[in-house]
């Protein structure tokens, strides 16, 4: 099964909705779970107040950008 960290290897950039159908799991329970990262700094959100946010793993972006 996929987890986020995952997710987060795969996809530079994605959303909770990404995160509910590739896990199965609700819109809620998604949610929580990338609120809980997000607390935990292992996800970030590009722009926190838009609509459809965006959410990253920092760490993951900067190995792939040859900054870690």
Same mark, same amino acid.
């Given at each position: 099964?996929?987890? *986020? &960290?995952?997710?987060? =290897?795969?996809?530079?950039?994605?959303?909770?909705?990404?995160? +509910?159908?590739?896990?199965?799991?609700? /819109?809620?329970?998604?949610?929580? *779970? &990338?609120?809980?990262? =997000?607390?935990?700094?292992?996800?970030?959100?590009?722009?926190? +107040?838009?609509?459809?946010?965006?959410? /990253?793993?920092?760490?993951?972006?900067? &190995?792939?950008?040859?900054?870690?």
């Amino acid at each position: 099964p996929i987890s *986020v &960290v995952d997710l987060a =290897v795969a996809h530079p950039t994605f959303t909770v909705r990404h995160v +509910e159908q590739a896990l199965g799991v609700s /819109y809620g329970r998604a949610n929580k *779970v &990338v609120g809980q990262l =997000v607390e935990l700094g292992v996800l970030a959100f590009i722009d926190p +107040e838009a609509y459809k946010r965006r959410v /990253y793993a920092p760490r993951v972006h900067d &190995v792939i950008l040859g900054r870690g």
